[in-house]
């Protein structure tokens, strides 16, 4: 059975209530019916590391063997040449002999994405590819769009074998509609009739797509157990429930008030949190827009309730309120210091990193044949017993306990203090490192933490990725 | 061999550390080593060989970088100079490497000058760049002076129970014997209130647990012990040089480090003991200069040198012993704390400041009737520790 056979999502912690940023510009820049908040991405985070999180939690229960592709779908990859995919798969410590890709240049690659990885499981050419949608999209400070945005991001692993849930149906359409753009160069979003992009765009097309898709299925609406479509915002997404006809208990929740919209990775994450609370034999519509739209039947098997038994984390895990407006923009890098972001810009050898690459990537010590003790990083002469070359590559945990931690103020860093832990990790060895997501006042001695993937900064115009740990159980 | 009374001081001289604006890093040189000549009543021109202690060159990476660099500023060409750096243990480290030429028979009388320039640039260029921007581009990346000894400090509170009023006592002492020190860069006292106040630098360090950003030189005039008399009365003898590195630069990532001492200090201190002959290092040594770079730096260091038991350190600084009026004196100088930390320099400091001791001239700081002095110098996190032992007779 061709289907999905396990997911995960990942929403950064931080919540930008929509209050705050009223406050910050002082007007109402949002409808004023109902209140709202909105994800955002840490300063140590873009759609490559969130990706990847949704990635690592969507493997980290999977038994199986390992996925033979990874595709990357964004409108915000970090880089214009540099494969995100490529670095989600050492991360994973994926082999090189894989599949990667990266699909953007729409809000439908994450859609897009999702078919392709179906059509190479059909194909053959994979046994099961891991599909990773991330965005951390901006608009302009101070315009409407900014609290409807979301950072977030879902994995979905679509192979072979006991699927959860089997696509049914697929009905796309490709059309060029001047809805919201991009050009290349410039962070913002942009757009221009906005009520002409709700109606004769999102709402039309999506609406073609939908009737499109349940012609060919022979389905009527009713049949539907769920309707998944993402929310760029309140007033389109309202019209369009209500052109549809469908009632809105058969609408999954767009956490357009709790998450945002979070772009190519919308209709995957709400999919996942879709997921969470399905039947078997439920039917389940996807609905993707963005130069078109993608409408995906997918029924869900008996194999969802073996799932559902499985120990797994939170699907979207806690929220707590970001501090400020200035500290989004801080974390966007909307305002700049005179050396920007990352402040300074620590040595770097591109050369070095490539070395690493394995150990610091996919985060590997080494173990001594002779006496067990365990190092990270990787070197030749055992300082325990002084044998030379009896390390074998030791494959690091990423939980462990804190050892001792500090709360530098002097490091030059988007956000004060810099928290640094000693971490003994599980299954042995120390690692030493910064903390992520972490009230000042939360490190304990003996707390447990994991390890997170996140940026360190950009040497060289190089953005380096490395671990930071974060408190399994965050807040004070 | 054992260095044991092989070498001997013959002459000090240090400038007075600070901000140093208006003079450079030759400048500084000059002055402290003319200081030392004078003090040797040794003519430059007898100086046989050299060694510079710079930890981070000045001047873009240039200047400090060699043993030219000290030739230029002395003019001193006929000499070979050796530059050394090993981290902020680089100025007893260079005065130890002397000691061994001596010691070999090589060379009678040498010279060894540490300094540092650190205010040409702001702080935050200097040591807080230095960390911030240099090392492995990830591994521990997020990691600065403080922030790193803030770990001994948050594991060492956890361990024994303490918090920051006994690292007060540290500061507040430091600051109470560099107001009697004219060359410190701090000359006042600070009160607990104010130590309590100022603004945390790397919790649980705050400011006041941690040394400046300082300039300055300091140089020593060494010889064979045998030739020391010929030169001047009251010569200070070597007695130990110790120095270890057990844990490397990894002391965080090294799964046995426990956090609440350094095996650099214990090591590097049985070997200056082993040679010195010391058997019970409180008794036996009469004052004391440590690697106070921050304050709980000096608290374990009072543990790992064997003044007190494992733990005990905060009773030692509670009930005053290592006061200028306790029974073992520490940082009679003011310390680090006090005088600033000019890397290369910090070491041979030190070792002018226990010199001047046992030659009963360290005027309202001396500690009476001092013979035999110990001086503590840490690099890293514990990555070396130098340990010297000098004794006047």
């Known amino acids: ?476 | 061999m054992n260095i044991r009374d092989k070498v001997a001081i013959i002459g000090v001289g240090a400038t007075k550390f600070g901000e140093n604006f208006t003079q450079d890093y030759s400048d500084m040189i000059v002055e402290a080593a003319y200081e030392a000549f004078e003090d040797a009543n040794v003519p430059p021109s007898q100086i046989q060989a050299a060694w510079l202690g710079t930890c981070f060159p000045d001047s873009g990476g240039y200047q400090g970088n060699a043993g030219a660099s000290l030739a230029d500023a002395l003019s001193l060409y006929r000499a070979p100079i050796s530059r050394v750096a090993n981290y902020c243990a680089t100025g007893t480290d260079a005065f130890r490497n002397a000691c061994f030429a001596v010691a070999s028979g090589v060379y009678d009388i040498v010279l060894v000058v540490g300094a540092e320039k650190m205010r040409d640039v702001t702080p935050r260029e200097s040591l807080v760049g230095q960390l911030a921007e240099t090392g492995h581009p990830v591994h521990g990346k997020g990691v600065t002076a403080p922030g790193m000894f803030a770990l001994i400090a948050t594991r060492y509170f956890d361990c024994f129970g303490i918090g920051r009023e006994t690292l007060a006592k540290v500061a507040m002492k430091n600051h109470r014997h560099g107001s009697l020190n004219p060359k410190a860069h701090f000359q006042k006292e600070i009160t607990l209130e104010q130590y309590l106040k100022a603004p945390m630098v790397a919790d649980p360090l705050s400011l006041y647990d941690c040394c400046p950003q300082t300039d300055g030189a300091a140089a020593a005039v060494i010889c064979r012990a045998d030739l020391a008399s010929t030169f001047r009365q009251e010569p200070i003898y070597v007695k130990g040089l110790g120095l270890a590195n057990p844990v490397g630069d990894g002391l965080a990532f090294d799964p046995e480090s426990d956090f609440i001492s350094f095996q650099a200090t214990k090591e590097a201190a049985q070997q200056a003991y082993d040679q010195a002959g010391i058997k019970d290092p409180f008794k036996e040594i009469d004052v004391a200069e440590v690697h106070d770079c921050f304050t709980i730096t000096e608290l374990v260091t009072y543990e790992d040198l064997g003044f007190c038991r494992k733990g005990e350190g905060p009773e030692f600084i509670d009930k005053g012993v290592s006061s200028l009026d306790g029974e073992l004196p520490v940082n009679t100088s003011g310390g680090l704390k006090s005088c600033g930390h000019p890397i290369g320099a910090s070491g041979l400091r030190m070792i002018g400041e226990i010199t001047d001791q046992l030659r009963g001239r360290a005027g309202r700081r001396q500690v009476k009737g001092a013979k035999r002095g110990l001086i503590h110098n840490l690099g890293g996190l514990g990555a070396v520790t130098s340990v010297i032992v000098l004794a006047s007779s």
């Open chain 1, 1 to 476: 059975m061709i289907g999905i056979l396990d997911y995960a999502a990942y929403v950064p912690i931080s919540r930008l209530a929509w209050a705050e940023i009223a406050r910050a510009w002082a007007r109402s820049l949002v409808p004023p019916q109902g209140s709202g908040e909105r994800a955002v991405a840490n300063f140590d985070e873009d759609s490559l590391t969130l990706a990847a999180e949704a990635a690592l939690r969507c493997l980290e229960h999977s038994e199986g063997p390992r996925p033979e592709g990874i595709y990357f779908a964004s409108t915000t990859a970090p880089d214009q040449e540099r494969q995100a995919a490529t670095v989600i798969a050492a991360a994973a410590d994926l082999p090189r002999e894989i599949r990667t890709v990266d699909f953007a240049g729409s809000l439908r690659a994450g859609t897009s994405a999702l078919l392709a990885a179906l059509d190479a499981v059909k194909g053959g050419p994979a046994w099961s590819v891991l599909v990773a949608a991330a965005d951390c999209r901006l608009a302009e400070p101070g315009q409407t769009a900014e609290a409807f945005i979301g950072d977030g991001a879902a994995a979905l692993l679509i192979g072979e074998g006991e699927a959860i849930a089997t696509v049914e149906a697929v009905h796309s359409i490709a059309e060029e509609f001047p809805g919201t753009w991009r050009r290349s160069g410039n962070p913002f979003i942009e757009n221009d009739d906005e009520k002409f992009a709700a109606t004769y765009g999102y709402q039309r097309i999506l609406l073609d797509a939908m009737r499109g898709l349940l012609e060919k299925a022979r389905l009527t609406p009713k049949q539907l157990a769920k309707v998944v479509c993402p929310a760029p915002d309140l007033s389109s997404y309202t019209a369009l429930a209500k052109a549809s006809g469908i009632p809105l208990a058969f609408l999954q929740d767009p956490l357009l008030l709790s998450v945002g919209f979070t772009g190519a990775a919308c209709p995957l994450l709400l999919l996942t949190t879709c997921l969470e609370r399905a039947e078997p034999g439920q039917l389940i519509l996807l609905l993707s827009y963005g130069g078109g739209a993608d409408a995906i039947l997918l029924s869900v098997t008996d194999q969802i309730e073996v799932h559902r038994s499985r120990a797994r984390r939170p699907l979207l895990g806690p929220g707590r309120p970001l501090a400020s407006y200035q500290t989004y923009l801080r974390y966007r890098d909307l305002v700049r210091s005179q050396h920007g972001l990352w402040e300074i810009e620590p040595f770097s050898s591109l050369t070095m990193m490539w070395r690493e690459g394995k150990q610091n990537l996919a985060l590997y010590g080494v173990k001594c044949t002779k006496c067990e003790a365990i190092f990270f990083p990787a070197r030749r002469v055992c300082p325990r017993c002084e044998t030379k070359d009896a390390f074998e590559p030791y494959k690091l945990g990423r939980r462990g306990k804190l050892v001792t931690f500090s709360k530098d103020r002097l490091y030059p860093s988007p956000e004060s203090p810099t928290i640094m832990a000693v971490i003994d990790l599980e299954g042995g060895g120390r690692f030493f490192t910064q903390m992520a997501d972490c009230d000042p006042d939360a490190p304990r001695i003996g707390m447990d933490v994991e390890l997170t993937f996140r940026k360190f900064h950009e040497s060289k115009g190089y953005a380096h990725y490395f671990w930071k740990a974060r408190p399994v159980h965050p807040g004070p």
